[in-house]
């Protein structure tokens, strides 16, 4: 593990002697770099491969390894190219524990700038910067190979050096659907709760822009997000669905004991863009004293905190856990994801996983894999009715959640 001292992000690093490597890449003469040709159809199950060449891939995120939704997406694209062994060197802000293929990026020097500056009453700048700056670093920094991966909305520059210094191939992580359909999805959910703002601000939108203008392929997690970028007139042939697995585990409970209580559980970013105000109108309309409503995961403003200290401080059913989310899907009766967007949403997946059917919102790439009235409810995005309807009908008639074969680790 090979960590980077981000204290001149500007600076040229020095960890690292390239001169081998770079030898070894340009040794090659034109003709046998083009004959390194891109084959996506060489792997039917979309393994990425240049033919009849030794591949070495390169994959950044700022995302910590195997940390979150992002994170464990990260972790899945490392571990692939690890097992292919095509795996090059990954760049991150905390790596898998004894990994010599990891490059970690510190970015602990800048702190004051979210602490001591105005950057610590915008969560949309915080999360713009942090990502900046680790993509600056990394395009620093970035050694010499075939193909990279990057991550959408944090891999601008990286993508830039990558192509400068002559990788044949730039691939984007779509995380997210298309910037444009967030930009939309998130007005309707911070314009009708006054919260809270998005995390997309206008640097954020026009940086992820340019990166599918660079990218020569997009990976996308769901057919939601496909056709987000199709309508948004992004080629075809340019796009690449494949299928995010679920860690292994995510599996129910080796006994389940007698259901004293009406359980609902909501995991994830506590954030107006994810429902989470729609959530707890619905719940509150649950005519049952002895239900609960657990929420796992953190705020990202102080607003949004405020604004559910109160809630639970006059709904004493709601309360907080924090920490790993297994324990409380072993408990659960249904997990509710309303977001107004989501490419993927891990959590629902993961719920799905441990035997716990799910609701979520029309605008979730997990919808595609709800079996409606049989897994879980697909509900309209916003509707808070739609959202009671499901919760009583599950309530009354207990479902179980069944994990698609192509989601499985």
Known sequence: MIPLDL?????????????????????????????????????????????????????????????????????YVVERARKSGDLQAYYTTGAKPNDNAARVVSLTHYRWLFTSTPLRLSHAWRDFVAADLFDRAVARKLEPGDRITAFSGRALRTLRSARRVGYSRLVLEACNSHVAHVRRQHARATTRYGIESSWLNDAQFRKTLREYELADE????????????????????????????????????????????????????????????????????????????????????????????????????????????????????VLVHPSYEDALALAPLEALACGV????????????????????????????????????????????????????A
């Not at 046998?32 to 950044?60: E, H, K, M």
């Not at 056709?227 to 006994?255: D, M």
């Open 357 to 408: 059917p799910v609701i979520v919102s029309e605008d979730t790439g997990m919808k595609e894999f709800v079996r409606q009235g049989e897994t879980g409810f697909v509900v309209p995005t916003g509707d808070v009715y739609a959202l009671v309807t499901a919760l009583e009908a599950i309530q009354k008639r207990p479902l179980t959640g069944a994990l698609p074969e192509s989601c499985r």
């Open 218 to 333: 997009i990976v996308v997690l769901s057919e939601y997000a496909r056709a987000t970028f199709l309508r948004e007139g992004i080629p075809e042939a340019k796009i690449r669905r494949r299928y995010q697995p679920v860690a292994s585990r995510f599996a129910p409970p080796l006994e389940r004991g007698a259901r004293e209580r009406f359980t609902v559980a909501f995991v994830g970013r506590l954030h107006v863009t994810k429902g989470i105000v729609d959530l707890l109108d619905a719940f509150s309309r649950v005519e049952d004293d002895k239900a609960e409503l657990l929420l796992v995961g953190g705020c990202a403003t102080a607003a949004m905190d405020r604004y559910i200290t109160q809630r639970a401080a006059v709904d004493g059913r709601i309360r907080r856990c924090p920490g790993d989310p297994l324990p409380v899907l072993h408990r659960a009766d």
């Open 7 to 75: 204290r001149d992000p500007f600076a040229k690093f020095t960890f690292f002697d390239h001169r081998d490597t770079i030898s070894r890449i340009f040794s090659l003469s034109k003709v046998d770099r083009t004959a390194c040709a891109w084959n996506p159809y060489r792997n039917p199950f979309g393994s990425l491969t240049i033919a009849d060449q030794p591949v070495t891939d390169v994959i950044a995120c700022n995302a910590a390894y195997n940390e979150g939704g992002v994170g464990q997406v990260f972790a």
